[in-house]
C-alpha cells in the first residue's frame, strides 16, 4: 500500500522511450506531487542527460536495486524488463503502473482506466496495469453506450501509429520517407527497408502503406494485439463474454491511433442520442459535423489528453446499432497519460 505523502519519490523505468519521454512531460505538466525523480533505462542510455523541471536529470542503468526509496513506479520499457524487474520494485515497497502487456491478464492483478473502473485499483497488491494503448481509446465510448443502452457485440478496425511500437520505429519510417523522397518511386527500398542497427518489428516498408499485423500471429490466426482488444475489453468493462473482434493495422501516421467501432446495442439509440452520451461522459470530446467536414484525425489529436469521437451515425444494417470513429494520442492517454491518472488515483485514496 502506498504510504500519504506530500511528496513522493518516482522511478520511471524506460524513460528514454517513446512513452518514457511522455511520462517526463505529462508529470511536470500536471504538477504530480514529486521530491525525487528517478530515470531508469537501458545501458544503452547511460550517462543522458535528460530534462525535468528545468533541471538536467541523469539515466541509471535499471537493476534489482533501482527501486531503493521509491515510491512510485511508472513502467514502460517492455513486457520483458517488467517481470523481470517489477517484483523488485514490490519488495522494496514501491506501488507500480506498467504500460506492458506483462501484467494485465493476471487475475489478481488491476486493469485500470480511470474513467470507466477506477474502483477497481483498491484490491492492488502492489502493481497496477495499463491496458493497451487501442483498447483505452476504445473502453470510453464503449462504456457511455454501455450505461445507457447495452452493448451486444463490438466490431473494431484499428488504425496504429508507427510511435506505438516505440522510438525506434518512428525513427525507421523518417528514415524511409526521407530514402523514398530521393528516389522516383513509392516502393521498391528493397533490402534498405530496415535501417542499420534499427529495431524494426513491422517487417515490412510502413511510409505509403498499410501493414495488416500488430504484434505476433497466434493460433486463431488472429495477432496478439487483436486478443488483446478483445480481453482487456472484458476485463475493464467486468463483461466477461462481451463479443468483439478486432482487426488491427498499422498506418504510415507518427502519433494518434484511430478507430473504425461498430456496436451492436441491446436497445435502440439515435445518432442524436448517442452524441449527447458520449459528449457527457469524463475524458471525451464530440468532433462530428458532418456540414462543416469535422471529424477526428490523428494529426489534430496528436499532443491532446481527450478520446476524440466523430462520425456517429445509426448502423442502419441492424435493428439497434452504431457506428462511430474514434480518435486519442496512444503515448498520452493510450499510455503516460492513463498511467499518471492511475497513479493521482493511487495518491487520491
Ligand atoms: O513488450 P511490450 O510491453 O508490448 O512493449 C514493447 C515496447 O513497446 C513500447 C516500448 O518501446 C517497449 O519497449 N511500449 C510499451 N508500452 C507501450 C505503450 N503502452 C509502448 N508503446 C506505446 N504504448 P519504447 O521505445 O517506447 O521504449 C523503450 C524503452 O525501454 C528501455 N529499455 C529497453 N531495454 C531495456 C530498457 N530499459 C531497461 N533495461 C532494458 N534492458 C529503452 O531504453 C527505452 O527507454 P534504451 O536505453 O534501450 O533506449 C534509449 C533510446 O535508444 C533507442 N533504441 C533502443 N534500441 C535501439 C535504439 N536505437 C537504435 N538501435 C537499437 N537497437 C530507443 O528508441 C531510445 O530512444
Ligand atoms: O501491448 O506496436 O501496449 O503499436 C502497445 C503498442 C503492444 C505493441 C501494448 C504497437 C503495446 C503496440
Known amino acids: 500500500m502506498l504510504k500519504k505523502k506530500k511528496k513522493y ?12 519521454s511522455q ?3 505529462i508529470l511536470e505538466e500536471r504538477d504530480f506531487p514529486i521530491d525525487e525523480i528517478r530515470l531508469l533505462a537501458s545501458e544503452r542510455s547511460e550517462g543522458k542527460k535528460l530534462l ?79 491496458p ?35 522510438q525506434g520505429n518512428i525513427l525507421e519510417m523518417e528514415a524511409q520517407v526521407i530514402r523514398i523522397s530521393k528516389k522516383d518511386s513509392h516502393h521498391g527500398i528493397g533490402e534498405h527497408t530496415v535501417s542499420k542497427g534499427m529495431i524494426n518489428r513491422f517487417h515490412h516498408q510502413i511510409a505509403y502503406n498499410l501493414i495488416p499485423q500488430i504484434d505476433v500471429f497466434i493460433e486463431n490466426a488472429y495477432t496478439k494485439e487483436e486478443m488483446k482488444m ?45 452524441i449527447d452520451i458520449i459528449k457527457g461522459f469524463p475524458g471525451i470530446v464530440v468532433v462530428d459535423d458532418p456540414e462543416k467536414n469535422e471529424y477526428p484525425m490523428p494529426i489534430n489529436i496528436e499532443g491532446k489528453d481527450e478520446v476524440f469521437v466523430g462520425r456517429i451515425r445509426e448502423d442502419e444494417s441492424v435493428a439497434c446499432g452504431l457506428n462511430m470513429w474514434v480518435v486519442a494520442d496512444n503515448l498520452r492517454k493510450g499510455a503516460a497519460l492513463n498511467a499518471i491518472q492511475i497513479a493521482e488515483l493511487l495518491i487520491a485514496e
Request: hydrophobic share 45%.
Open 132 to 166: 493497451n494503448c487501442s483498447t483505452i481509446q476504445m473502453v470510453l465510448p464503449l462504456c457511455a453506450i454501455h450505461k445507457a443502452v447495452g452493448i451486444k457485440r463490438v466490431i473494431v478496425t484499428t488504425f496504429q501509429s508507427v510511435s506505438g511500437a516505440g
Open 230 to 274: 478483445v480481453n482487456e475489453t472484458r476485463k475493464i468493462m467486468e463483461i466477461p463474454d462481451l463479443a468483439l473482434s478486432a482487426t488491427c493495422v498499422r498506418v504510415p501516421v507518427y502519433y494518434a491511433h484511430s478507430e473504425s467501432v461498430n456496436i451492436e446495442t441491446k436497445k435502440k439509440i439515435t445518432r442524436k442520442e448517442a
Open 52 to 130: 525535468f523541471k528545468k533541471q538536467e536529470i541523469g539515466v541509471q542503468v535499471l537493476d534489482k536495486d533501482s527501486f531503493k526509496g521509491i515510491d512510485i513506479v511508472l513502467a514502460s520499457a517492455g513486457a520483458a524488463r517488467s517481470k523481470d524487474f517489477l517484483p523488485f520494485a514490490v519488495k522494496a515497497g514501491a506501488v507500480s503502473v506498467d504500460n506492458s502487456s506483462a501484467f494485465r491478464m493476471d487475475p489478481d492483478i488491476p486493469l485500470v482506466v480511470p474513467e470507466v473502473n477506477p474502483h477497481a485499483i483498491k484490491r492492488h497488491k502492489g502493481i497496477i496495469a495499463n
Open 23 to 25: 511520462f517526463l512531460s
Open 9 to 20: 519519490n518516482v522511478a520511471v523505468m524506460g524513460a528514454t522511450g517513446a512513452v518514457g
